[in-house]
């Protein structure tokens, strides 16, 4: 669903960027990306995680390269992936020894769609210049566009230090920790200057300021947007496992994306051992879903059930028809066009129940205690049906599976 309330916030101005077949930036919907997490030497493993990630919906994918072995296999990753039809812009995660594994690998380098180039980290301090020209210098000879992409834990230390040093003399000094902001806002700024300076067009300028906090993201990332306007990538750095990563990530995209500020969102979550990376996707897309920017997949809305309810029958088939669609999507997209957007509400009694499946596409309002055993089915507003016995939870989600035929099909 795009809310119209979402779609009617006003979005900061940025300029466009091509990477690959997507654009970041400009007028385009924010990308949702992510990064795998393989060692990209290791080829089989590599196309098996960024198709996944693809299929799962990230719409661009990054990939380490961090040595030779890495780079070599960049081309071969590229082709494997098409041949399987997957055509996911790839983007090459470059630190240390990005200008030479680029320039040794002239395969690698026009296999990829985008460099990731971290100021920080762009090889010793002496060569630090020249080094980047390099990088620059290559992304123009084969028309790629980089992402300058600033890290909190790898800052530039001689433009912090010149910083701190030009606070302390100040007659008005600020905190440290609005200093390094600044420093972290600069070396992004400074580096985009530099490349621009060096030939490259704004529109193959894609700029990140990643930080580890909720409030230091968000007072970064607002600056930022005043003082340029380079697309944005956000993501909060570090942003931790489980659910303190997902309302980290949440709550400091949320309120920027609200502001209109991010034009490519990536959900840095570590992963539990043996996890499953594609979480990162799943979270991206539900931010910007449930915000209302994006749709991706439907909607299913269930209550969270309380006292009244009588069994967990509805929460088994609110999860039932959500594991169903997750698994179905890829399909889907292809067999259903615009089925993205539909709703469905599966609630545990009457007292919420029918009020809320009449605003979904499809709903229903399962018994509670002390309820007639009936299940009344809303479909577009309209009491549809009501069902009975036990074959309550299969009979709708067939009534599910046939509204999405009759209203998406295009058999
Ligand atoms: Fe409880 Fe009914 Fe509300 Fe669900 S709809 S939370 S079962 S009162």
Not at 97 to 115: E, F, S, T, V, W
Request: glycine share 10%; proline share 5%.
């Amino acid at each position: 669903m795009i809310d119209d309330f979402a779609k009617a916030l006003p979005r900061r101005s940025s300029i466009g960027v091509k990477v690959g077949s997507v654009t970041v930036g400009g007028d385009a919907p924010v990308v949702v990306q992510s990064m795998t997490n393989t060692d990209t030497a290791d080829a089989d493993s590599t196309v098996a995680q960024v198709a996944a990630l693809a299929r799962a919906g990230s719409e661009i994918v990054r990939i380490t390269v961090d040595r030779a072995e890495a780079a070599a296999q960049v081309p071969r990753i590229k082709e494997r992936l098409e041949r399987i039809g997957i055509n996911v812009p790839l983007v090459g995660d470059f630190h240390y020894i990005g200008h030479k594994l680029l320039q040794d690998y002239p395969d690698c380098a026009a296999a990829l769609d985008k460099y990731r180039i971290n100021p920080g980290n762009v090889g010793f301090k002496a060569k630090r210049d020249t080094q980047f020209s390099q990088i620059i210098d290559i992304a123009l000879k084969h028309d790629k566009p980089v992402r300058i992409g600033v890290n909190w834990g790898s800052l530039d230390q001689e433009l912090l230090t010149k910083l701190m040093d030009e606070n302390a003399a100040s007659d008005t000094p600020v905190s440290a920790a609005a200093v390094m902001r600044e420093a972290i806002i600069q070396s992004g700024l400074l580096s985009a200057e530099r490349a621009e300076k060096l030939g490259m067009g704004r529109d193959k300028i894609i700029l990140s300021a990643k930080v580890s906090q909720v409030q230091d993201l968000i007072a970064v990332y607002a600056d930022l947007a005043r003082r340029c306007d380079y697309a944005l990538h956000l993501g909060l750095t570090e942003a931790g496992m489980g659910t303190k990563g997902i309302v980290s990530s949440a709550a400091s995209m949320g309120i920027l994306l609200q502001q209109g500020i991010g034009d490519t969102i990536r959900v840095s979550l570590t992963p539990e051992p043996g996890g499953d990376r594609t979480r990162e996707v799943q979270v991206a897309q539900e931010l910007l879903q449930v915000m209302g920017f994006r749709a991706f997949v439907p909607v299913v809305a269930a209550c969270p059930g309380c006292g009244r309810t009588t069994s967990t029958t509805f929460q088994e088939l609110a999860q039932d028809i959500q594991d169903h669609i997750r698994v179905s999507m890829p399909k889907w997209r292809e067999q259903y066009p615009g089925v993205e957007s539909l709703n469905v509400a599966v609630m545990g009694c009457i007292v919420n129940g029918p009020g809320e499946s009449k605003h979904a596409d499809i709903g229903i309002s399962l018994p509670g205690t002390g309820e007639t055993p009936s299940a009344p089915v809303f479909i577009d507003g309209e009491k549809a049906t009501t069902l009975r016995g036990p074959g309550i939870a299969d009979e709708f989600k067939q009534m599910v599976l046939d509204y999405i035929e009759k209203r998406f099909g295009t058999g």
